[in-house]
């Protein structure tokens, strides 16, 4: 089945920092999904962006669909972005959404 | 609109018990999930159905069934309850044209 990876792993920033967080993935997709999991367990999803740029307040996410990979923008990073962040794919033919392994990011005032 | 609900929120089980999982989605959606998530780490596939009467295996569905006899209910049952199925379970649905998954709050389940 498709592989999802994530980059890094673990991020810590300070509040205003910049930062990309990365997921590669090892088919064509027809669906990716950004997800954000706060402190207390509640998935948030944040983008829908198999291919192509969108932007949402400070978030933006952009999807290479020929070279298989997106990345996820979190610009002015506040103490609320903290938690683990998911990219979610679906290969083709198949309607399984699967999940990254995540990276969990750290804002500290 | 209530979304995704997900019962019970925790549930403690003893080895060789049974129980079955609750999801329920109002949002006529087709799709729905149920993925379970490890401390620290991701979410996996246990099953996931495609439409009422439909159900399919995901990446981990060793010990678990589901049905779907209705567009709005998702239940995942555990047979016999093994400490290896200690998670947090999350239940998710999605619509054909419009792929954003939607998720429950998630069941926090211990096996002791």
């Known amino acids: 089945g498709i592989q999802v990876e994530q980059s890094p792993p673990d991020l810590i920033l300070q509040e205003g920092a910049n930062s990309t967080l990365r997921c590669n993935f090892s088919?064509?997709?027809?669906?990716l999904q950004w997800f954000h999991q706060n402190p207390w367990g509640q998935l948030i999803n944040l983008f829908y962006?198999?291919?192509g740029t969108k932007q949402n307040g400070r978030l933006s996410a952009t999807t290479v669909a020929t070279e298989r990979y997106s990345l996820l923008y979190i610009s002015s990073s506040q103490t609320t972005d903290s938690g683990v962040y998911f990219c979610?794919?679906?290969?083709?033919?198949?309607?399984?959404?699967?999940f990254g392994t995540g990276t969990r990011l750290q804002v500290f005032p | 609109n209530a979304g995704v609900t997900q019962t019970p929120k925790f549930r403690i089980l003893k080895i060789g018990q049974s129980m079955t999982l609750q999801c329920t989605q109002d949002?006529?959606?087709?799709?729905m999930y149920w993925y379970r998530q490890d401390p620290g780490m991701g979410l996996k596939l246990i099953y996931y159905?495609?439409?009422?009467?439909?159900?399919d295996k995901g990446e981990v569905p060793n010990g678990y069934n589901v049905s779907r006899s209705t567009t709005e209910d998702f239940p995942l049952r555990l047979e016999l309850a093994a400490p290896s199925q200690t998670s947090v379970y999350f239940c998710?649905?999605?619509?054909?044209?419009?792929?954003?998954?939607?998720f429950g709050q998630g069941t926090r389940l211990t096996v002791v």
């Open positions: 962006i198999p291919s």
């Open positions: 159905s495609v439409g009422a009467g439909i159900t």
């Open positions: 979610a794919v679906e290969g083709p033919n198949t309607d399984k959404l699967i």
């Open positions: 949002m006529n959606h087709n799709y």
């Open positions: 088919d064509s997709v027809n669906n």
């Open positions: 998710a649905s999605s619509q054909t044209g419009l792929p954003e998954a939607f």
